[in-house]
C-alpha cells in the first residue's frame, strides 16, 4: 500500500510541475505577444525625423527691416520673430507689467543687448491658434479665434488666453543670427 501512496503522490506532484510549466510558458507568450503589439504604438510617440530635423534652426535676421516679423517653422510650430521698432520697445517697457494676467518685463522676454528683437512661439497660449501680428489693441498680436490681445513684448493684456506667448531657448551667434534650439 505504500507503494500505491507514494506513487499518486508522485503523479500528483508531476502534474503540479506540469501544471506549473504550461502557466509559466503561456505568461511568457502573453507577455512577449503583447510587447511585440504594443512596439508600433510606442514607436509612433517618438517625433517624426522631420521634425527631429529641426530640433535646432540657424536664422538669419540680416533680411528683416525695422518694423517687420519673419515667421519660421522650428520643432513643427511657427516662430515669430519680430524686428522691434524704438516705439515698441518703449511701449513694453513703460508698460504696467505688473497688473497683467501672467506679468513678466520685458527684459525677460528679449536678449540684453539685443532688445530690438523679440522671438516667440507664435501659438496662442489659449487653444493653440495662429495669432495676427500687428494687430489687437496693443499693436501686438491678436487671435481671432477667442479674442485674446498680446502687446509688443507677446504678453497677454485681454482675452481669455492665461499666459504669455512662450520665449523659446534661443541664443544669438552674431548680431544678424540666431540660433532656435
Known amino acids: 500500500m505504500e507503494r500505491t501512496e507514494a506513487a499518486i503522490i508522485s503523479k500528483d506532484q508531476s502534474k503540479i510541475s506540469r501544471r506549473d510549466f504550461v502557466v509559466l510558458s503561456a505568461t511568457t507568450v502573453a507577455g512577449v505577444g503583447a510587447a511585440i503589439s504594443a512596439w508600433p504604438f510606442l514607436d509612433s510617440m517618438n517625433p517624426a525625423s522631420d521634425v527631429l530635423a529641426l530640433a535646432s534652426i540657424e536664422v538669419d535676421l540680416s533680411p528683416v527691416e525695422l518694423g517687420q516679423t519673419l515667421k519660421v517653422l522650428w520643432r513643427g ?58 494687430s489687437g489693441d496693443y499693436g501686438g498680436w491678436f487671435c481671432p479665434c477667442h479674442g485674446s490681445h498680446y502687446d509688443t513684448s507677446g504678453r497677454i493684456r485681454q482675452g481669455p488666453a492665461p499666459l504669455n506667448l512662450v520665449v523659446p531657448e534661443y541664443k544669438f551667434l552674431s548680431d544678424t543670427k540666431i540660433k532656435l534650439g
Open 77 to 134: 510650430k511657427p516662430v515669430f520673430i519680430r524686428h522691434r521698432t524704438e516705439h515698441e520697445i518703449k511701449e513694453a517697457e513703460d508698460a504696467n507689467w505688473r497688473r497683467f494676467p501672467d506679468p513678466q518685463p520685458d527684459s525677460e522676454r528679449v536678449k540684453a543687448g539685443h532688445e530690438q528683437w523679440l522671438v516667440m512661439i507664435g501659438v496662442c497660449t489659449h487653444l493653440g491658434c495662429i495669432p495676427l501680428g500687428n
